[in-house]
């Protein structure tokens, strides 16, 4: 799984995997514990973490009265926990039954969402208006190919001195050996342009299995992330990497009261999570 590297191109990569994605929201329906959100003072632990590592950078500290753009928001629970935290919210996927997702629980929530769909590559095109703050987080950009023209699409949707942010796993963590019983190299770190090919029918949440089990994921280096930032005209404000993530990469990880982890005793070995601030200048 995930050994064998193709080149494929992108249209017939992104088909696969929205087929994949399109499989999972009724699994994520049931495994996101959608039903918190009932509490209308319930935000999700993804949005929680991220408002805090925000905060420094917001104008008093929160999303509030802001627009914000999050791409790649797949059923929205995210999206609508910042909807909920004061912010005017539209969301970016590529699958139609997650946006369709999206909306029924918007509308059962009482909260104002607006939904595009498009790919992340092709936002700025789609997506109407201008961002505060442009919002990513975990498990995105492993989709995505080519980040340069990612990043021109999260700079060309803010506004002259917004902010962008993006948490996701490591691109250390990606290289590792999820299978192992200690912790082995076993993917590449560095990207070359070619896709890794997963043949999977699990999803990294609840235990229901996909028809479409075929993926295709790019690795990219925490250099190639960060210098497609900057060439987009975004300043790097702050970088920080985690020891935890939000779901079990590994069957070694234990359960923390955040999110998962290595075990204590290799916690501190290699870095699960990157957080990136940066601010769009002032032209």
């Known amino acids: 799984m995930g050994d064998s590297q193709i080149e494929?191109?992108?249209?017939?990569?992104?088909?696969?995997?929205?087929?994949?994605?399109?499989?999972?929201?009724?699994?994520?329906?049931?495994?996101?514990?959608?039903?918190?959100?009932d509490d209308p003072d319930h935000l999700t632990g993804v949005i929680r973490t991220d408002l805090a590592a925000l905060a420094p950078f917001l104008p008093d500290g929160t999303v509030s009265g802001l627009d914000v753009c999050h791409l790649q928001c797949h059923i929205g629970t995210d999206t609508l926990s910042l909807a909920r935290a004061g912010a005017r919210v539209t969301g970016v996927d590529f699958s139609p039954s997650a946006l369709e997702?999206?909306?029924?629980?918007a509308e059962r929530l009482g909260l104002e969402a607006t939904w595009v769909e498009t790919d992340v590559l092709d936002a700025r095109a789609a997506v109407d208006g201008d961002f505060d703050l442009v919002y990513t987080s975990i498990g995105t950009i492993t989709w995505l190919p080519d980040l340069d023209r990612w990043a021109a699409q999260a700079a060309g949707l803010?506004?002259?001195?917004?902010?962008?942010?993006?948490?996701?796993?490591?691109?250390?963590?990606?290289a590792i050996d999820e299978h192992a019983d200690g912790l082995r190299l076993r993917y590449p770190y560095f990207g070359n342009g070619q896709a890794q090919v997963w043949d999977d029918e699990s999803t990294y949440a609840g235990d229901g299995k996909v028809a479409h089990a075929r993926t295709f994921q790019w690795a990219h280096s925490m250099?190639?992330?960060?210098?497609?930032?900057?060439?987009?005209?975004?300043?790097?404000?702050?970088?920080?990497?985690?020891?935890?993530?939000?779901?079990?990469?590994s069957p070694r990880m234990v359960e923390v009261p955040d999110g998962f982890a290595w075990p204590e005793s290799e916690r501190d070995l290699v870095p699960c999570t990157y957080t990136i601030v940066a601010r769009k200048t002032a032209k």
């Open 8 to 37: 494929i191109d992108w249209e017939s990569a992104r088909t696969s995997n929205r087929e994949n994605w399109e499989d999972r929201v009724p699994l994520h329906e049931e495994a996101y514990a959608i039903g918190d959100l």
């Open 101 to 105: 997702s999206a909306a029924g629980l």
């Open 158 to 174: 803010l506004r002259a001195g917004g902010m962008f942010y993006i948490r996701d796993g490591h691109p250390s963590l990606y």
């Open 223 to 249: 250099s190639e992330i960060i210098n497609a930032l900057i060439g987009a005209g975004l300043q790097i404000l702050r970088l920080d990497e985690g020891t935890t993530l939000p779901w079990k990469f």
